[in-house]
């Protein structure tokens, strides 16, 4: 089963709008992860936010992480055609580097 | 240039016939991983290596093999057991110190 789970599916904006993707979780993690799929390839780390962070930014992108809630988001601001992609959320759990994926946000950006 | 490498793009399977899927890395990374993913599903992991001359089961594990003789290298083979394996395969390696995985471009894998 899957660790991490994404909310909403799917997000249409336009573009200039600010994207907020969620993600669920069911334990304790040491920290958590996004990354970025652009359709047909691989996927690109994007930021990472350790369990005792509540906050982190990187250009565009801002994190939240809410140990209490087992919840995430990630927030895109400003956006542009070309963050159209999949992003996905990730959780360390208590084996070594091993990564639980969520099942992703399909975000689409319109010109 | 650092990175991970996988080969081919595309690979077409014949029923019955086992495929070997490569991954390799150049980052010097100890641990790699595989992961299936269907259309518009999140990741599912194969097996993953943390070290030369070893390599773990993920959740779905049946119908695939993998080896790790090299610490550069980490080829799958979709074994004729694999009675559903049209998907797309990602290679992915991890340092042990960060956590942070890097993938490869991906396998897409279809059967004739």
């Known amino acids: 089963s899957q660790q991490g789970e994404e909310d909403p599916q799917a997000l249409s904006i336009q573009e200039g709008e600010n994207a907020t993707m969620n993600c669920s979780y069911k334990?304790?993690?040491?920290?958590l992860q996004w990354y970025r799929q652009n359709s047909g390839r691989g996927l690109v780390h994007l930021i990472l936010?350790?369990?005792?962070?509540r906050e982190k930014h990187s250009g565009r992108l801002r994190v939240t992480l809410d140990t209490s809630k087992k919840s995430s988001s990630l927030l895109i601001t400003a956006s542009r055609a070309a963050d159209t992609a999949s992003y996905f959320c990730?959780?360390?759990?208590?084996?070594?580097?091993?990564?639980?994926f969520g099942g992703g946000t399909r975000l689409m950006v319109k010109p | 240039d650092g990175g991970i490498t996988q080969s081919p793009k595309y690979l077409f399977r014949k029923e019955g016939q086992n495929v070997t899927l490569s991954c390799e890395q150049n980052?010097?990374?100890?641990?790699m991983y595989w992961y299936r993913q269907d259309p518009g599903q999140g990741l599912r992991l194969i097996y993953y290596?943390?070290?030369?001359?070893?390599?773990q089961k993920g959740d779905i594990a049946e119908g695939y093999s993998v080896s790790r003789e090299k610490k550069e290298s980490f080829p799958l083979t979709v074994t004729s057991a694999q009675k559903n394996p049209t998907a797309f395969y990602l290679c992915?390696?991890?340092?042990?110190?960060?956590?942070?995985?890097?993938f490869g471009p991906g396998t897409r894998l279809l059967v004739l």
């Open positions: 992915a390696s991890s340092s042990h110190k960060t956590g942070t995985q890097y």
């Open positions: 334990t304790s993690i040491n920290n």
């Open positions: 936010i350790r369990s005792n962070e």
């Open positions: 990730a959780t360390d759990g208590n084996a070594g580097n091993m990564l639980t």
């Open positions: 980052l010097n990374h100890d641990a």
């Open positions: 290596s943390q070290i030369v001359n070893d390599f």
